[in-house]
């Protein structure tokens, strides 16, 4: 048998207390936080496990925030060829009509007057501007207006190069196309050098105008030329539409990724209700036991008989 | 001649001795330090009459304290274990605390730092993105700094509660070597009755000098304990105490004894804990931090000077230059030398995290890593230059033999970056070579894959086969949990071992109330019934008287 001094009982019983005590704040905060993983002394291995996940998963929604963003340059690229690629095919019909030994004078000027139209307005899409008013079409070259009213581009959008994003690791897409691959013809049939499709308009609207000895071999140029663009146009959008795929596919990725990262971060992070409040009632029913049981030992005293 | 009167006035008289040490033993069943006293009863020698030996009554041979030795030494050495883990169990969770959670932790901000990069990069034109980025940049270098700052304020903190606790420790020693004068006094006049009260007192103070430093208890017969610290040096040898110095240089706690330096020896008490602290946690985890926050400085800005900011001029350092940081380095106070040490880093993704230590044995300094791997010492002649990875130094002054001094490389790094760049505009998103508002994000999307190159400790330059910047953050956060983790559960096993020796020796020396009340019922009982013999003698003798009437 070993002996017990009073004090001991008294000492015993408190900490035993303070400890339940203890146990019922841990608990409790674990409830209240939602979050069992608060100091990386909780336990060090799932911590560090955590806090890798956690940037695994930071780096995820920053990559998803990175495709959605590319998505949307893209898509309105993308559309504003479609609008292009539909007015070249006026271009084109006007080319045809003009093609034709029955048009008269005043027919020739109307159609020049179209193709005039027409000019402008494939002059304003190419040089459209996104939210922020920089040009779609000029690549690296934000501010650099891609086409001056003469048709010629701008030198400075000629080297300027797509922008790219990362949209996973390893992984990046271009953002945009400048207009030198889309628009321009490095050997233009109509101009015989390196044109846009605006100074082919322009010549055919000279052509169409002063119909010059040589007109039939202008408009079968100039035929010649706007299909070729038209082809590099659509080869432009078909590209843009692979990109869309692709970003597509990247997103549906990430979300899959970040759904099991955020999931396996959860089981080692947030607080398992159930089990902490099985352990709360554990601790709670613990702590009145001892208190009552202090209580009543505190009662067991011979000095009690002594009277 | 024994009679019965007589007999019963001695058991009287010691009975009173008794009732006074119940309760003696009642009113101190609290006070600390105190052990149950007892009256050894023992007979009065005997007298011979005719017909045999007739004792002569009962008197109090002495008054013990009851008391074990062994478990009172074994407490001592478990209540400085003890007193050692809780406090690095107290100071490790605080400085766990400041690194954050898995939500807002440090790893988390310097990714967010990295992907903020990327809002430039989506659009590398737009001030407000560049301002984020900037902002990000601040709140990381922010918190690079806090941590520090705070981590350094813990050990700053140590430095004044050590120097408290050693002044406390001289005030204790002082009283035990007072102590021992009075006990010694008082066994030489009378070695059988032992001055109780004053044992439990020294008793207590030796177990308040054990809680704040490991201490070595010997006793010398005469009464005196001497008590030693480190590798036996005297704090209290007879009556007279050495004193106990405590400071806190840059080098660290130093605890000199007299005009020892025991500093490396003391390894127990909250003076332990302290030692353990700066040496196993804070300095490791702001070194480890600092490299970090180093390397962030000195890879972002490389890559921001290869760029050109958004008016096509040439990029400019976002954090802290890397020349602007200097490897710590710190001399022991007990240096007798003018040996000192001071460089540059030369690379800093090639550090390798380690602390190093030079000590100068009369002709070179040898210089290992901290804790020692083992591995041969570098040998640096005095006035030397010393290469280590990522670090150039250089030796100077005019060193003494044993003089040591310390290389802690990025100790207070994480404290000294800054953001230089101040302005949006002056990111360097786009490659060298493009024009004003460039919509180019080379720079920035080579920023963020830094985010995940393992370049942080690599063995070459370009050789990535380090950590990344967040790994590098996040092992830092984790070490220093895991240390935490270990001392919570070595201090719940000291912490157990404490109570159980602690119940051992209460279980020889602790009061028990009911024992007492028992004792005192024994004690009263026996006192009534000698008081009825005094009263029964007296019936005799007067019934004696009256047959002469």
Redesign the interface.
């Known amino acids: 048998m070993?002996?017990?001094?009073?004090?001991?009982i008294y000492?015993?019983g408190l900490?035993n207390i303070q400890q339940q005590q203890s146990t019922m704040l841990q608990n409790q905060v674990q409830i209240a936080s939602g979050?069992k993983?608060?100091?990386?002394?909780?336990?060090?291995?799932a911590?560090?496990q955590?806090?890798?996940l956690?940037?695994q998963s930071?780096?995820d929604?920053?990559y998803s925030?990175?495709i959605d963003?590319?998505t949307g340059?893209v898509q309105v690229q993308e559309s504003t060829l479609g609008s292009i690629t539909s007015l070249l095919q006026s271009v084109r019909d006007v080319a045809i009509q003009a093609n034709n030994a029955a048009q008269s004078g005043t027919s020739l000027g109307a159609l020049a007057d179209q193709l005039d139209q027409m000019q402008k307005a494939l002059t304003a899409q190419m040089n459209s501007t996104d939210e922020?008013g920089?040009y779609l079409f000029?690549?690296?070259?934000?501010?650099e207006q891609p086409y001056d009213s003469s048709g010629s581009l701008n030198p400075?959008v000629s080297s300027a190069?797509p922008?790219?994003?990362?949209i996973a690791?390893g992984q990046?897409v271009a953002?945009?196309q400048p207009a030198g691959g889309i628009f321009q013809l490095a050997s233009s049939a109509t101009t015989g050098g390196n044109a846009s499709i605006l100074q082919i308009i322009n010549q055919l609207k000279t052509a169409i105008t002063t119909q010059p000895a040589n007109v039939q071999t202008v408009y079968a140029n100039a035929q010649k030329d706007i299909d070729a663009v038209m082809n590099q146009v659509t080869n432009a959008r078909g590209s843009m539409g692979n990109t869309l795929n692709t970003l597509d596919a990247a997103k549906n990725d990430n979300s899959a990724q970040n759904i099991i990262t955020q999931q396996t971060?959860s089981t080692?992070?947030d607080t398992d209700m159930a089990t902490a409040i099985t352990q709360l009632n554990q601790s709670y029913i613990n702590l009145q036991a001892t208190q009552q049981s202090m209580v009543k030992i505190q009662g067991?005293?011979?000095?009690n008989y002594?009277r | 001649m024994p009679d019965l009167m007589s007999n019963s006035v001695s058991g009287l008289l010691s009975m009173q001795q008794a009732l006074a040490t119940t309760g003696q033993n009642i009113a101190n069943?609290?006070t600390p330090g105190y052990s149950?006293q007892s009256v050894n009863l023992a007979t009065l020698a005997p007298q011979y009459q005719s017909g045999g030996y007739i004792g002569s009554g009962v008197q109090v041979a002495s008054v013990t304290r009851s008391y074990d030795q062994f478990v009172v030494s074994q407490l001592n050495s478990a209540i400085s274990d003890n007193s050692r883990l809780s406090f690095l169990n107290n100071f490790?969770?605080q400085a766990?605390?400041l690194?954050g959670?898995?939500?807002t932790?440090i790893?988390?901000q310097?990714?967010?730092f990295?992907?903020a990069s990327?809002?430039v990069?989506?659009?590398?034109?737009?001030l407000t993105a560049r301002s984020a980025f900037l902002g990000s940049a601040q709140s990381l270098t922010a918190k690079f700094n806090q941590i520090d700052s705070q981590l350094q304020n813990l050990d700053s903190q140590i430095g004044q509660q050590a120097s408290d606790i050693g002044r406390q420790i001289n005030t204790y020693a002082q009283q035990v070597g007072q102590l021992n004068d009075q006990i010694s006094k008082a066994y030489a006049i009378n070695p059988n009755a032992p001055p109780n009260d004053l044992l439990d007192q020294r008793d207590l103070l030796i177990s308040k000098i054990a809680m704040q430093i490991d201490v070595k208890t010997t006793r010398d017969g005469q009464g005196n304990i001497n008590l030693s610290l480190g590798s036996g040096q005297a704090l209290v040898l007879n009556g007279t105490a050495t004193p106990l110095t405590v400071g806190n240089p840059p080098s660290g706690l130093s605890i000199m004894l007299g005009s020892t330096d025991i500093t490396t020896k003391v390894s127990g008490g909250t003076l332990g804990g302290m030692l353990q602290a700066q040496s196993q946690l804070i300095t490791p985890l702001r070194n480890q931090l600092g490299q970090a926050a180093l390397v962030l400085a000195d890879q972002v800005n490389k890559n921001q000077t290869a760029g050109v900011d958004l008016q096509g001029n040439p990029g400019a350092d976002l954090f802290s230059p890397t020349a602007s940081f200097t490897p710590q380095t710190t001399a022991l106070v007990t240096n007798k030398g003018t040996g000192a040490v001071s460089g540059t880093f030369t690379d800093p993704t090639l550090l390798t995290g380690q602390i190093y230590t030079a000590r100068y044995d009369g002709s070179n300094w040898q210089v290992r890593t901290e804790p020692d791997n083992g591995a041969a010492p570098v040998t640096v002649a005095s006035g030397g230059a010393l290469s280590l990875p990522g670090l150039s130094m250089n030796f100077s002054g005019t060193p003494q033999t044993g003089d040591v001094l310390n290389i802690l490389p990025t100790v207070g790094a994480a404290g000294k970056i800054n953001v230089v760049q101040q302005n949006a505009s002056g990111i360097a998103a786009?490659a060298a070579g493009?024009?004003a508002?460039?919509?180019?994000?080379t720079q920035m999307?080579a920023l963020?894959?830094l985010?995940?190159t393992n370049m942080v400790g690599q063995s070459a330059a370009g050789a990535n086969d380090g950590s990344n910047l967040?790994?590098t953050v996040?092992?830092a956060?984790?070490?220093?949990?895991?240390f935490?983790?270990g001392v919570?559960l070595s201090a719940a096993a000291a912490s157990s071992t404490l109570?159980n020796l602690?119940?051992q020796q209460?279980?020889?020396?602790?009061?028990?109330?009911?024992e007492e009340?028992?004792n005192?019922?024994k004690y009263q009982q026996n006192y009534q019934a000698l008081a009825q013999s005094i009263s029964s003698a007296n019936t005799l003798f007067q019934s004696l008287l009256s047959a002469f009437r």
């Open positions: 070993m002996r017990v001094s009073t004090s001991m000492t015993q900490s979050v993983l608060t100091n990386p002394a909780d336990d060090p291995v911590f560090a955590a806090t890798n956690a940037v930071s780096k929604q920053q925030t990175n963003n590319a340059k922020r920089e000029s690549g690296t070259a934000a501010r400075a190069n922008v790219n994003l990362a690791d990046t953002m945009n971060l080692l992070r067991l005293s011979l000095f002594l | 069943a609290n149950r490790s969770t766990t605390q690194l959670d898995t939500k932790g790893a988390q310097t990714q967010a990295f992907n990327q809002a990069a989506a659009n590398p034109t737009d786009a493009q024009p508002y460039s919509r180019d994000n999307n963020f894959a985010s995940r967040s790994d996040g092992q956060v984790s070490k220093a949990g895991a935490a983790a919570a109570a602690t119940a209460q279980s020889v020396s602790g009061v028990n109330l009911d009340a028992a005192l019922m």
